[in-house]
């Protein structure tokens, strides 16, 4: 079952825009994270986000958490070429060992 | 350098022949798990291990096998493979007890015709 699902599926934007992702989820969750992955090649883990927090920053990473509506926000900032890459989140559940991924926002950063 | 590893990388075969898919992590993490990848569909979770000899089915584990003697070592075993196991396989593993923070291998496009 996907727990994940993330919008939009695709977002193109220009260098140096911000670039916006959104992830809701159905049950209760420990945690929730945000993976990079390029083009077929292993995840990057970029940030997560316990579910007694609203807000983590990471660099040009600002990750949203509101569990009422059960969902959460990527944003990139400023953003740059080399971020061109699929978007996935994943939340914890059943006790924090079952991982459930969204199927993924592809981003694509024109120079 | 930390890393988790995954062997083979690719692989074709065919459909009723047993094969292993190997992982090994040198982070001394004892979270270790198994997803496959299908486009349109995200990454889905077939197997888990929280530590050495203890493991739980993921979301879609039919037709998987695996196994946790050693605290490195995770392999998914296919024991008889048919063509809608064709995927992207990814191995992690996380230092946390639970899932949390993970690490993924490369991983391996196992193809079965």
């Known amino acids: 079952s996907q727990q994940g699902e993330e919008d939009p599926q695709a977002l193109s934007i220009q260098e140096g825009e911000n670039a916006t992702m959104n992830c809701s989820y159905k049950?209760?969750?420990?945690?929730l994270q945000w993976y990079r992955q390029n083009s077929g090649r292993g995840l990057v883990h970029l940030i997560l986000i316990r579910s007694n927090e609203r807000e983590k920053h990471s660099g040009r990473l600002r990750v949203t958490l509101d569990t009422s509506k059960k969902s959460s926000s990527l944003l990139i900032t400023a953003s740059r070429a080399a971020d061109t890459a699929s978007y996935f989140c994943?939340?914890?559940?059943?006790?924090?060992?079952?991982?459930?991924f969204g199927a993924g926002t592809r981003l694509f950063v024109k120079a | 350098e930390a890393q988790v590893t995954q062997n083979p990388r690719y692989l074709i075969t065919v459909t009723g022949k047993k094969l292993t898919v190997t992982c090994s992590q040198n982070m001394n993490h004892e979270y270790m798990s198994w997803y496959r990848q299908d486009p349109g569909l995200g990454l889905r979770q077939i197997y888990y291990s929280m530590n050495v000899e203890v493991t739980d089915k993921g979301d879609v584990p039919e037709g998987y096998k695996v196994s946790r003697k050693e605290k490195r070592n995770f392999p998914l075993i296919l024991e008889s493979p048919s063509p809608n196991q064709t995927s992207l396989y990814f191995c992690?593993?996380?230092?946390?007890?639970?899932?949390?923070?993970?690490?993924f291998g490369p991983g391996t496009r196992l193809t079965v015709t």
């Open positions: 992690a593993s996380s230092f946390r007890q639970g899932a949390g923070e993970q690490y």
């Open positions: 049950t209760s969750i420990n945690n």
């Open positions: 994943a939340t914890d559940t059943a006790g924090g060992f079952k991982t459930i």
